[in-house]
């Protein structure tokens, strides 16, 4: 079933501010991956163990269905994260052919940031801003 996000970005304080929002909503986190988590390949080595324990993805549901996610975004990995620019909606739409038409229409005049393609962990996955500022990040779990 197609459902909507939010999506946070920290520099470094994905868990605290999970923890704190866990504790707000009195909530449980339904996933957690960490970036050491990610299987090293030839174009990706293996990260720094600083980097390791940092979220990669977290999800915790809030209100009426809604999930809050997250991912740690530090400078070291080529991010740079400002408040304000620290948030996506996130779109989980139910067919490949419904994300792409979404993803098409949004980027008109906007950027791509990573254009939709199957990723590591089974998804198909693309983010962008659009022409207003808007961020966006699609992820169809429907195989091709």
């Not at 009426?64 to 990995?77: C, F, K, N, R, W």
Request: contains cysteine; glycine residues 8%.
């Amino acid at each position: 079933m197609s459902k909507v996000s939010t999506y946070l970005n920290f520099e470094s304080e994905t868990e605290s501010a999970f923890n704190f929002y866990k504790e707000v909503f009195e909530s449980e986190f339904t996933g957690v991956m960490r970036f050491g988590d990610i299987p090293p390949t030839e174009n990706n080595p293996e990260l720094p163990e600083e980097l390791r324990n940092m979220i990669m993805h977290i999800e915790l549901p809030i209100l009426g269905g809604h999930v809050l996610m997250g991912t740690d975004a530090p400078e070291s990995m080529g991010f740079k994260v400002n408040k304000g620019n620290n948030y996506y909606i996130m779109l989980q739409p139910d067919t490949r052919l419904e994300t792409k038409k979404l993803f098409d229409a949004l980027k008109v005049d906007g950027q791509i940031e990573q254009e939709l393609q199957d990723m590591f962990w089974g998804d198909y996955y693309g983010s962008l801003k659009d022409k207003f500022g808007v961020q966006w990040m699609f992820n169809c779990i429907e195989k091709p």
